[in-house]
């Protein structure tokens, strides 16, 4: 069974476990060098009650972890997110970015947040067909912004508006 939470400090470790994953074997995350704890830290800090961090566990085991960090630090954007989500590779394809995904939806909804920004990399389908699926709507592409594994790679933007 699957159950979803509110991250706390003493999920940090694995949070950044299952980052540092992503970044050595993924294109979903554009960092190139792993992170340490005391980087993840001062991320960690910068999250609050409108932009929360949320775990997925298994068994009691952290298998996943979802985020709405700020967009911007410019006032005009305080009511729009930034949408992070990562599944262990062994625990994707069972639902648990699901249960992420729209739990930080309602998460964003109750923070009283107006727009949530997705950035999905060329080539994940699943993401983005996960993303329509909870009514996020493309707005754009980014050419070539990214460069990882050798490779110039396109950036999708998606886009989820509470109550249009």
Not at 101 to 119: C, D, F, N, P, Y
Request: aromatic fraction near 8%.
């Amino acid at each position: 069974m699957i159950t979803i939470r509110q991250a706390t400090l003493e999920d940090l470790e694995t949070i950044t476990e299952i980052y540092n994953e992503a970044i050595l074997k993924t294109v979903a995350t554009f960092d190139t060098q792993l992170k340490t704890l005391e980087e993840q830290k001062a991320w960690f800090m910068d999250h609050g009650p409108k932009n929360p961090i949320l775990i997925a566990e298994k068994d009691r085991i952290i298998v996943g972890w979802a985020a709405l960090s700020e967009w911007s630090d410019r006032c005009a954007y305080s009511d729009t997110a930034e949408l992070s989500l990562y599944v262990l590779e062994e625990n994707q394809g069972r639902g648990i970015g699901r249960k992420l995904l729209e739990a930080s939806i309602q998460e964003g909804e109750k923070a009283g947040l107006h727009t949530v920004i997705a950035r999905i990399t060329e080539g994940n389908e699943a993401s983005i067909h996960l993303h329509e699926s909870v009514g996020f709507f493309h707005i754009g592409i980014m050419k070539e912004v990214g460069l990882k594994f050798g490779k110039r790679l396109d950036v999708y933007l998606m886009q989820k508006i509470y109550n249009p």
